[in-house]
């Protein structure tokens, strides 16, 4: 793994989210890849689980979404790989700014496993 693979699967996490877009996020996504969207939250676990999630929570739930990645990292040995974000939105009906940190695992350039680490402030 390295911070350009991070860097682009980011770029299309970001993507996809903006545009609502469950598919593209899926293409992020090993076929058997873990989504877990905080570390006490349920782990959703292959691509129609994360679809339903996705579709609930972000298709229904949140509009007006603007996605930004910072710094990435990769660790010395090389697999786990880290991505700052940030994420301004609007939740069931109020404004948000999520900021956090994704904890990746990844194969190729997708991920098998992904565990964020977020904060939100109404707005």
Avoid at 50 to 76: A, E, H, M, R
Avoid at 98 to 110: E, H, R, S, T
Wanted: charged share 30%.
């Amino acid at each position: 793994m390295n911070i350009k693979q991070i860097t682009e699967v980011m770029r299309k996490y970001g993507k996809a989210w903006e545009n609502q877009d469950s598919n593209l996020l899926l293409e992020c996504f090993t076929k058997n890849g873990v989504y877990q969207e905080s570390p006490l939250a349920k782990p959703y676990s292959g691509h129609k689980e994360i679809k339903k999630f996705w579709d609930k929570t972000v298709k229904q739930d949140t509009s007006n979404i603007k996605f930004k990645t910072g710094k990435c990292y990769v660790s010395k040995d090389g697999k786990t790989g880290f991505a700052e974000w940030q994420c301004r939105n609007t939740y069931k009906g109020k404004r948000h700014l999520m900021v956090g940190i994704m904890v990746l695992k990844m194969k190729g350039d997708k991920i098998s496993f992904l565990n964020e680490y977020w904060n939100t402030k109404a707005y």
